[in-house]
C-alpha cells in the first residue's frame, strides 16, 4: 500500500532564505509524482509534475527533484518571498493505478517579511 | 480557459441529511476526480470518473457516490450525512487521468458542515 510522508509538518523562515520540503513514498513503482500548493481555505494549485522517467523540473524559483530509487522528492525553494507561504503537498498516483493519488499531510511553510 | 468550478462554495448541514456538490472541469477535460480534505486525514480520494463511467474508487462508504453528465460536469452526493463528514470536498480534472504527464487541476472546493 502506498504511504506518502512530508517533512517537516511546518517550516518558518526569513525572507530571502532558500529551502528543501521533503517528501518520500513507499512504493518506488510510481509513473510520476506532483507537487502542489494550498493557500488558506481554498484549492490546489499544480506547481511541478516529475515523470518518472526524469530526475527533476524546474519552474522559475522553484525545482523539484525525483528519486525513485529511494522513494524521495525533494522541492527546493531559492530566495523565498512572503508570497509563498503556503501549504504545500506531494502526491503518488497509488500504486498500480495511476488514476488515485495518495498525499501526503504537507508542509506549512510560512516566510517571514 | 475557464478553470475547474465548484458550487456551491459553502454549505451548512444538519445530521441525516443529504447533500449534492457540483463540479464542471476544465473545457476539454474527460477525468473528474473528487476528493475529501479534513485536518486530521488529509486528502483522502474518493472517486474519478471518466465519459460517464465511474472508473476508480476510493475507501469510502456507499453514502458517497457521484455521477458524470455527458458534459463532463460531475456531482457528488452524500446521504444521511454525518458529522465526520465535515470536510472541504475538492474536484480536480485532467485531461483523461491516466498519462504520466496527464495534470490534474482543482477547483476551490466546497466546504461542508455538518451540524
Known amino acids: 500500500k502506498q504511504e506518502v510522508t512530508q517533512i517537516p509538518a511546518a517550516l518558518s523562515v526569513p525572507e530571502g532564505e532558500n529551502l528543501v520540503l521533503n517528501c518520500s513514498f513507499t512504493?518506488?513503482?510510481?509513473?510520476?509524482l506532483q507537487w502542489f500548493r494550498q493557500d488558506p481555505g481554498k484549492g490546489l494549485t499544480s506547481l511541478l509534475l516529475?515523470?518518472?522517467s526524469q530526475r527533476e523540473q524546474t519552474s522559475g524559483r522553484l525545482n523539484a527533484s525525483l528519486d525513485k530509487s529511494s522513494g524521495r522528492s525533494t522541492l527546493y525553494i531559492a530566495a523565498s518571498q512572503p508570497g509563498d507561504s503556503a501549504t504545500y503537498l506531494c502526491?503518488?498516483?497509488?500504486?498500480?493505478?495511476?488514476?488515485?493519488?495518495?498525499w501526503g499531510l504537507g508542509t506549512s511553510l510560512a516566510v517571514n517579511p | 480557459k475557464a478553470g475547474v468550478t465548484q458550487t456551491p462554495r459553502y454549505l451548512i448541514k444538519t445530521r441525516g441529511q443529504q447533500v449534492t456538490l457540483s463540479c464542471s472541469p476544465i473545457s476539454g477535460h474527460r477525468s473528474v476526480s473528487w476528493y475529501q480534505q479534513t485536518p486530521g486525514q488529509g486528502l483522502q480520494f474518493l472517486f474519478e470518473?471518466?465519459?460517464?463511467?465511474?472508473?476508480n474508487k476510493g475507501n469510502f462508504p456507499g453514502r458517497f457516490s457521484g455521477r458524470q453528465f455527458s458534459n463532463s460536469r460531475s456531482e457528488m452526493n452524500v446521504s444521511t450525512l454525518e458529522l465526520g463528514d465535515s470536510a472541504l470536498y475538492l474536484c480536480?480534472?485532467?485531461?483523461?487521468?491516466?498519462?504520466?504527464?496527464?495534470?490534474?487541476?482543482f477547483g476551490p472546493g466546497t466546504r461542508l458542515t455538518v451540524l
Open positions: 470518473y471518466f465519459s460517464e463511467t465511474q472508473r
Open positions: 480536480a480534472s485532467s485531461l483523461d487521468g491516466g498519462g504520466a504527464s496527464d495534470t490534474q487541476y
Open positions: 502526491a503518488v498516483p497509488n500504486a498500480g493505478n495511476n488514476r488515485k493519488l495518495i
Open positions: 516529475i515523470q518518472s
Open positions: 512504493d518506488s513503482a510510481i509513473y510520476n
